[in-house]
């Protein structure tokens, strides 16, 4: 067999993401409408085996998900594979396997499109270097790679806080990647914990992707994106100067934004559920009668993320097990933290 034709195999893996300002909305191919924040959590991952059969034959893709043939998951890994054979002509042919597995539960409040389409974007890069495409720029093209799987997975191929989208705070911000800014984050933010309140499993009445397609016709679009920019500099401002209160202000007001944009969508919808209110207002109580810093983001579904710095872990826990767990679909609540390069 000619060397080139080898089976290339290499195993990755990518952590998840939280966004605080929201990705919701996007323009061509797989940009957003406004610039995003988030940091990669410690241990929401995915991990991937992947190898590469050169062939002559149009690509072929095998995907396991946990050990088993998933092909639902087929449509999305052809339509990321066809937007890198544009770059990359030689993943035209032959056969990619993928055996893929998260270590958090499925449906529960945790993006695993970003951290599955991040491992991913590893693997086919690592893959392609050692079929000799030596790329000088290799962190934005990885991030560039991940973002044309799942556009909150550029957010999550470096560890920390990442901005994705360009904003007049960044010169190098960017909307084809997203950008590491641990460098500027306050120390009270390189450890912040993320507690998930799983309220409730199983498949959204909606998907992201039509949420975001909801957006080009949103009644609210311009306003939209001029408070997401408006969040951005808030959030930027906070992260810098360690200041809890203004970052809860924007966590808050992003979470609360991003559902309120489900429910004024042409047709609206929502995913939230009566629980999540209800946590959310138990949430804020502890909080005024505590003075303990703490507060909450949502993601796309009714899952509630709690947001508090190292100092306070205990009582935080101790007030969610008591107090929000039973609110918990079978108790399921997973304490994450960020995944800081430091901290690793
Ligand atoms: C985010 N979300 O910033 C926002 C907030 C969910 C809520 O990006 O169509 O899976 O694959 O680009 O990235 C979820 O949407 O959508 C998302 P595609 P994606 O994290």
Redesign the pocket.
């Known amino acids: 067999m000619n060397p080139n034709e080898q089976i290339i195999k290499v195993q990755t893996q990518a952590p998840s993401n939280i966004?605080i300002v929201?990705?919701?909305g996007?323009k061509g191919l797989?940009l957003p409408a406004n610039p995003?924040m988030?940091f990669t959590l410690s241990k929401a991952l995915t991990e991937m085996e992947v190898s590469y059969e050169p062939g002559q034959h149009n690509l072929k893709i095998t995907f396991l998900f946990e050990g088993r043939p998933q092909p639902t998951f087929h449509p999305k890994l052809y339509s990321f594979l066809e937007k890198l054979q544009m770059d990359y002509p030689i993943l035209n042919t032959g056969q990619l396997y993928i055996s893929s597995k998260n270590t958090f539960p499925h449906s529960s409040g945790i993006?695993s499109?970003?951290s599955s389409m991040a491992a991913l974007a590893n693997a086919i890069y690592e893959i392609l270097e050692k079929m000799g495409h030596v790329n000088p720029d290799k962190k934005n093209t990885i991030s560039r790679m991940a973002r044309l799987g799942?556009?909150?997975?550029c957010r999550s191929t470096s560890l920390g806080w990442n901005l994705w989208g360009q904003t007049d705070l960044i010169n190098i911000a960017s909307d084809e990647y997203a950008i590491s800014v641990n460098s500027m984050i306050n120390p009270i933010f390189e450890s912040i914990h993320d507690s998930i309140l799983v309220i409730r499993t199983g498949a959204k009445p909606v998907s992201?992707?039509t949420g975001?397609q909801l957006m080009e016709n949103h009644p609210y679009k311009e306003a939209r994106i001029k408070q997401a920019n408006e969040n951005m500099k808030r959030l930027y401002d906070a992260l810098r100067n360690g200041d809890f209160n203004d970052f809860s202000e924007v966590c808050e007001e992003e979470a609360m934004s991003?559902h309120a944009l489900m429910m004024s969508s042409r047709p609206g919808y929502t995913l939230l559920d009566p629980s999540t209110l209800e946590v959310i207002r138990r949430l804020k109580e502890f909080r005024s009668e505590q003075r303990v810093p703490v507060t909450f983001t949502l993601?796309?579904g009714p899952n509630l993320h709690i947001l508090y710095p190292d100092s306070h872990k205990k009582a935080v826990q101790l007030f969610i097990m008591i107090y929000l767990r039973p609110f918990c679909e079978d108790n399921q609540v997973i304490h994450d933290q960020i995944s800081f390069p430091t901290l690793m």
Do not use: I, N, P, V
């Open positions: 966004a929201k990705y919701w996007k797989q995003s988030s993006a499109s970003a799942s556009g909150s997975a992201s992707t975001h991003l993601d796309a």
